[in-house]
C-alpha cells in the first residue's frame, strides 16, 4: 500500500462512526495481494506492540502498586520521626542555655578578663609572624638576583635551581599585588640564564651519554619548571642522525616536482630508516630509565618527536609516492605499510621490555654536584608557570603558557597512532586507489587484443582468455584488502571488483562486432538449400557461428564469475567473523598487530554501516545470521544468498543480450529481407474486379478464400523451417545460456528455468542464484529460441512493416486479411501467439461502416485501429503513435 493511499484510508476514518465498519471497507478496497500481505505483516507488528504493552502496563501497575506500599508504611513512620527530632532540639537548646549560664557563673570575671587578652595576645603574635615573613620574602627577593648570578658564574647550578624553586614558591605571597608582574619577570629571566648556562652543557653531555650528568641535568631543569625544555634538548640531540638520515636522502620516487633522480626508492630506502632508528631506540632502552622517572612515556614521545621533525614529512613523502606510481601506487604503498607495520611490531617488544627496567636512583641522590641539595621530584601534573624559554621549539612537545601539563603514561601512548596516521588519508581512498589499480591492470590486458581484433582473430576465444587474466588480478585485490585496511576496505572492495569487472565486459560489448546481415545477397549458400525461404550467404553462416562462440564464451566467463564470487564471499566471510570475534573480545582477536592501526581504522569513515551490512550478509555463522534477519525485518529483505557482483552480473546478462539480438537479427535476416517489399505491394490498392480470384461462369470467390500472397507464403515457408536449423545446434550449451534475456521471451516458459539473476527486473522481484548455468533440455531451448523468433518477426512486421502501407482499399484489405490469417495459423506451430496480429486481422476484416462505427466508439489510444483507419481511409488521424 503507498503512502498516498494509506493517508486516504486514515483520512476516511472520519467519515466512519464505528472502527470495525472502516476496516472492512478499506480491506474491501484494497484487494490486490501486496496491500493484504502489507497488512497482514502490519497486523503481526501491531499484536506483538499489544503484548509489549500489555506487560509492560503490567510491570508498571505491579511497580506502582509497591512504591504506593511503602509510602503509606513510611508517612506515619515519618510524622512521628519528625516531631522526636524537634522536641530533641528544644530539649538540647535549653540544655545549651543552662550549660552556658553556669559556665559564666563558674568563671570569675577577672579569669574572663586574663583570658581575653591572651586572645588578643595570640592574633597579634600571628599577624607579627606573617609580617616578618612578609620582610624576609622581600629581602630575598631583593638579593635573589646577585644570588643566582653568583651560583651561575661559580657553576652552582644545582644551588641555583633550589634558589629559584624556593623564589617561585614564595610568589603566592605575592598574588593579586602590584608586586606580582616585576617578580614574575625577573624569575623567568634568571631561569632563562641558568636555562642558558646549561644548555651547551647538557647538550654535550647527551651526547656522550653520560647518563649520571644527565640525570643531574634533568632534576635541575624539572626544579626550575623546565622538564619540557630537557625532553626536547635531549630529543633533538638524540634524533639528529636520523632526521639528518631522512632529509639527505636521494630518492627516485619521491622527488620533489621537475627534479629527477637516479637514487633508491623509498620502499627500498625506508626498511633502513627504521632499521637505524629501532637500533637507536634499543640504545635509549637502557639510556632513558637511567634519567627519566617515565622511561615508557619518554620513548614513546621520543618516537613521536622523530616522526613529527622529519623534513618532508612522512605524509608529504607518501604523496609524493602516490604522485610518482599513479595508477599504480597502491601497490608501493603496501610495501610501505607493510614495511611500517613490521617497525611497529618491533617497537612494541621494546615498549614491553622497557616495562621491567629498572627503577632510576632516587631523584635525593645528586652526588655528581659538590654542592647538591636534596630535591623533591617534580610531579608531572605541576602547573606550568609563565616564561620565555631560550631552548629551540623543535618536535611536538612544546612547553606553552600556564595551565599545560606534562603528559603521563595515563595518558596513552600515541607513537603508533602518529607512526601510521599518514596512511589513514590513502586507506580511506582505498576504493578508488584500487580501482585505478584495476582500471590499469584492464587497459594492459586489452590493449594486446587491438591488434589481434584487427586481423580477424577469433574474439571468442580472446574473449575467455581475458577473462582468465582478468580473473586473476580480481583475486589479487583480495589480498590487497587485507594488507592495507585489515578488512576495513570490504565495501570499497565490493565496489571496485563490480565496476572493473563491469568496465571488462561493457568493453567487450562496446567493441566486439555484433553485426546483423547486410544487404541481402541473391548468392545463395550450398547450405541453405535444404531450408526453403531459409537462403542463407556464407556470411550469415560465418555470422551464426561468430554469435553462437560468443554466447559460448559468454557462458564460460559467466561461470567464471560465479566461482570468483565464492572465492570473494569466501574471503569476506573470514573478515566478517573476525569483526564478530573483535567485537566480543578485542583484547583475544585483535584485527590488526597494532593498536595504533586498530584505533585509526576504527574511527575511521571506513568503518561505516555499509561495511557492516555487508559483513552481516556474508557471515557464515548461523546464529548471527539468524540475528541478522531478525534485526533486519520491517527495514529491508534479508537475503543470505544474494549475489554480490551485481553490476558484473547485469553487464554479463547485457554482453549474452546483445550476442542473442546479433543472433536473431542474422537469422530472421532471409525472412526481414522479403518483408521489405510487402507494405508497398501494389495489391492493396486493387479494385474490387481486380481483386477476384479467378471466376468461373461470373461467380467471385469469397474473400476468405483469398490465398495467401507470396511474400507471406515464403516467409512462413521460413518460419516453418526453423525448427530443422535449431537441430543443428540442439547439442550447444551456448544456446542455453541466459534465456531470461531472449527477446520477447515467454515467461510461461521460463518457469521451469532453474533461477538465475534478472538484470532487468526490479530489486525487489530479482531472482537470484549463486549456482553455475545449469544443463536444460535441448527441446526447451529450441522451444524458447523458436518463440522468441517467432515473436520478433512479429513485433516487426506489426510495428515496422504493416504501418508503412499507405492505402488500402476493400480488395487490399481482404488480401491482407487472409495473409495475416495464414501467417497466424502457422506461427502458431512454433507456439506463438499474438494479440497484436489478431487486432491487426480483426480490423482490417471490418467492413467500411462497421470500421467507421468501431472508430467513433473505439478509444483514440488503439494504435492498431488507427492505422487500418488511415489505412481504409475511414478517418483521417493525426496521432503521434503513426
Not at 661559580?154 to 641555583?160: D, I, L
Not at 601510521?420 to 588519508?425: I, S, W
Not at 572493473?500 to 567487450?508: A, P, T
Request: hydrophobic content about 35%; some cysteine; proline content about 4%.
Amino acid at each position: 500500500m503507498t503512502l498516498s493511499a494509506t493517508a486516504e484510508a486514515l483520512d476516511s476514518l472520519e467519515e466512519y462512526e464505528d472502527i470495525t465498519t472502516w476496516m472492512n471497507d478499506t480491506l474491501t478496497a484494497s484487494g490486490s495481494e501486496k496491500d493484504l500481505e502489507s497488512l497482514i505483516v502490519l497486523d503481526q507488528q501491531i499484536t506483538q506492540l499489544i503484548a509489549s504493552l500489555d506487560i509492560a502496563c503490567e510491570d508498571t501497575s505491579s511497580q506502582l502498586e509497591r512504591t504506593i506500599d511503602d509510602v503509606s508504611r513510611g508517612i506515619p513512620r515519618l510524622t512521628y520521626d519528625l516531631h522526636f527530632i524537634k522536641d530533641s532540639a528544644l530539649s538540647l537548646q535549653n540544655s545549651l542555655t543552662t550549660v552556658q549560664t553556669r559556665s559564666r557563673a563558674a568563671v570569675p570575671d577577672t579569669t574572663a578578663s586574663a583570658l581575653e587578652q591572651l586572645k588578643r595576645l595570640d592574633t597579634m603574635k600571628g599577624h607579627m609572624e606573617a609580617a616578618r615573613e612578609v620582610l624576609r620574602e622581600a629581602e630575598s627577593w631583593s638579593t635573589l638576583e646577585l644570588e643566582v648570578t653568583s651560583m651561575l658564574a661559580e657553576r652552582n647550578y644545582a644551588k641555583a635551581a633550589s634558589r629559584l624553586s624556593e623564589a617561585n614558591k614564595s610568589m603566592v605571597v605575592f598574588q593579586n599585588t602590584p608586586e606580582y608582574d616585576p617578580r614574575r619577570t625577573l624569575l623567568v629571566n634568571l631561569q632563562n640564564q641558568l636555562e642558558a648556562s646549561l644548555s651547551s652543557a647538557l647538550v654535550a653531555a647527551i651526547n656522550e651519554q653520560n647518563l649520571d650528568t644527565c640525570r643531574s641535568y634533568f632534576y635541575i631543569f624539572s626544579n626550575i619548571q623546565r622538564e619540557l625544555e630537557f625532553r626536547n634538548y635531549y630529543y633533538g640531540s638524540r634524533r639528529a642522525s636520523l632526521t639528518a638520515m631522512w632529509h639527505e636522502v636521494d630518492l627516485s620516487d619521491t622527488a620533489p616536482e621537475g627534479k629527477t633522480s637516479l637514487g633508491q626508492t623509498f620502499s627500498d630506502f625506508l626498511p633502513k630508516f627504521y632499521a637505524s632508528m629501532l637500533a637507536l631506540l634499543n640504545q635509549e632502552r637502557t639510556s632513558i630509565p637511567a634519567i627519566f622517572p617515565d622511561p615508557v612515556h619518554t620513548l614513546s614521545a621520543f618516537i613521536s618527536s622523530i616522526l613529527s621533525a622529519l623534513q618532508p614529512t612522512f605524509s608529504q613523502r607518501l604523496v609524493s609516492l602516490s604522485s610518482y606510481y599513479a595508477d599504480l601506487a597502491l601497490k608501493e604503498l603496501i610495501v610501505v605499510f607493510r614495511v611500517t607495520e613490521e617497525f611497529a611490531v618491533g617497537v612494541a617488544k621494546l615498549m614491553e621490555k622497557i616495562q621491567y627496567s629498572a627503577v632510576p636512583p632516587s631523584l635525593s641522590d645528586n652526588s655528581n654536584t659538590s654542592d647538591s641539595v636534596a630535591l623533591t621530584h617534580p610531579t608531572h601534573n605541576r602547573k606550568r608557570s609563565m616564561r620565555m624559554s631560550i631552548s629551540f621549539r623543535s618536535g611536538t612537545n612544546r612547553s606553552t603558557s600556564g595551565g599545560q601539563k606534562i603528559p603521563s603514561l595515563a595518558d596513552g601512548l600515541d607513537w603508533d597512532q602518529e607512526l601510521f596516521h599518514p596512511f589513514l588519508e590513502f586507506q580511506v581512498n582505498y576504493g578508488s586507489l584500487e580501482r585505478r589499480l584495476l582500471d590499469h591492470a584492464l587497459r594492459e590486458i586489452v590493449s594486446n587484443d587491438s591488434r589481434q581484433k584487427a586481423f580477424g582473430s577469433d574474439q571468442a576465444r580472446i574473449f575467455r582468455e581475458r577473462a582468465v587474466d582478468i580473473f586473476g588480478v580480481a583475486e589479487e585485490s583480495l589480498v590487497r584488502y587485507a594488507a592495507f585496511t585489515h578488512g576495513y576496505g570490504s565495501a570499497s572492495l565490493l565496489q571496485a571488483l563490480d565496476g572493473f569487472l563491469k568496465s571488462f565486459i561493457d568493453m567487450w560489448t562496446a567493441d566486439v562486432s555484433f553485426t546483423s546481415s547486410g544487404p541481402h545477397s541473391a548468392r545463395q549458400d550450398t547450405e541453405s538449400e535444404d531450408l526453403s525461404g531459409l537462403d542463407y550467404t556464407s556470411q550469415d553462416w560465418l555470422n551464426i557461428q561468430t554469435m553462437l562462440h560468443l554466447l559460448g564464451s559468454a557462458r564460460s566467463v559467466y561461470e567464471r564469475m560465479i566461482s570468483f564470487e565464492v572465492k570473494l564471499r569466501s574471503n569476506l566471510a573470514q573478515t566478517a567473523t573476525k569483526f564478530r570475534l573483535h567485537r566480543g573480545d578485542p583484547t583475544s582477536f585483535p584485527i590488526t598487530n597494532s593498536k595504533g592501526v586498530e584505533q585509526i581504522l576504527e574511527q575511521s569513515s571506513l568503518n561505516s554501516a555499509d561495511l557492516h551490512a555487508l559483513l552481516d550478509k556474508v557471515d557464515l555463522d548461523p546464529s548471527h545470521s539468524r540475528e541478522t534477519s531478525l534485526r533486519h525485518q520491517g527495514t529491508a529483505s534479508y537475503n543470505p544468498g544474494e549475489i554480490l557482483l551485481t553490476d558484473a552480473r547485469s553487464a554479463m546478462f547485457d554482453f549474452a543480450k546483445a550476442c542473442q539480438s546479433s543472433l536473431q537479427g542474422t537469422i530472421l535476416s532471409p525472412l526481414r529481407q522479403q518483408l521489405v517489399s510487402y507494405a508497398s505491394s501494389s495489391i492493396w490498392a486493387t479494385t474490387a474486379e481486380e481483386s477476384r480470384n479467378t471466376t468461373f461462369n461470373d461467380l467471385q470467390v469469397p474473400t476468405f478464400s483469398l490465398s495467401p500472397s507470396d511474400i507471406i507464403q515464403r516467409v512462413t515457408e521460413g518460419l516453418l523451417n526453423l525448427p530443422r536449423l535449431f537441430e543443428v545446434y540442439a547439442d550447444d550449451d551456448a544456446l542455453s545460456f541466459s534465456l531470461q534475456t531472449l527477446p520477447y521471451a515467454d515467461p510461461e516458459l521460463l518457469k521451469n528455468v532453474p533461477e538465475v539473476f534478472v538484470p532487468d527486473a526490479p530489486s525487489h522481484s530479482r531472482r537470484h542464484s549463486i549456482a553455475k548455468p545449469a544443463n536444460l533440455d535441448p527441446e526447451t531451448v529450441s522451444t524458447a529460441w523458436l518463440s522468441s523468433l517467432g515473436q520478433s518477426l512479429l513485433a516487426h512486421l506489426t510495428t515496422e512493416v504493416l504501418p508503412r502501407i499507405s492505402r488500402l482499399n476493400t480488395g487490399g484489405a481482404a488480401q491482407l486479411a487472409s495473409d495475416l490469417g495464414y501467417l497466424s495459423n502457422v506461427i502458431r506451430v512454433l507456439n506463438v501467439e499474438s494479440e497484436e496480429l489478431e487486432q491487426w486481422k480483426e480490423y482490417v476484416e471490418l467492413k467500411d461502416d462497421a470500421g467507421k462505427v468501431k472508430v467513433n466508439t473505439k478509444n483514440d489510444e488503439d494504435r492498431v485501429l488507427n492505422h487500418v483507419a488511415r489505412m481504409r481511409g475511414w478517418k483521417y488521424l493525426t496521432v503521434s503513435t503513426l
